[in-house]
Nanobody, 124 residues
Framework: QVQLVESGGGLVQAGGSLRLSCAASGGTFSSYTMAWFRQAPGAEREFVTAISRSGGVTDVADSVKDRFTISKDNAKNTVYLQMNSLKPEDTAVYYC?????????????????WGQGTQVTVSS
């Protein structure tokens, strides 16, 4: 059983930056593909970005491409989401997710473990 704990959310002005962290425990971190999803009020959970087990391959949603970067430190059992040039439409609860296996997916139901989420609010 893998436990995921996100941190780093908060309130930021448009154009600002935040770095989210997701600490994993209870499993072999290097065996998991990791991803970030987000969910705004009244909306479905949306794929943001994913990273392969080794950290060498990533997939990024078009809506955040060139602004958000995912990275993974297998030695620290942590995945990060660097968010730059934030926009009000980035406001959402951000969730970290883990999937055992090597294929990068963007569908929430294919992920096995989830964190509790961290709120990101971008003011205009």
């Amino acid at each position: 059983q893998v436990q995921l704990v996100e941190s780093g959310g908060g309130l930021v002005q448009a154009g600002g930056s935040l770095r989210l962290s997701c600490a994993a425990s209870g499993g072999t971190f290097s065996s998991y593909t990791m991803a970030w999803f987000r969910q705004a009020p009244g909306a479905e959970r949306e794929f943001v970005t994913a990273i392969s087990r080794s950290g060498g391959v990533t997939d990024v949603a078009d809506s955040v491409k060139d602004r958000f970067t995912i990275s993974k430190d297998n030695a620290k059992n942590t995945v990060y989401l660097q968010m730059n040039s934030l926009k009000p439409e980035d406001t959402a609860v951000y969730y970290c997710a883990a999937r055992l296996g090597g294929i990068l997916y963007s569908v929430p139901k294919l992920f096995d473990y989830w964190g509790q989420g961290t709120q990101v609010t971008v003011s205009s």
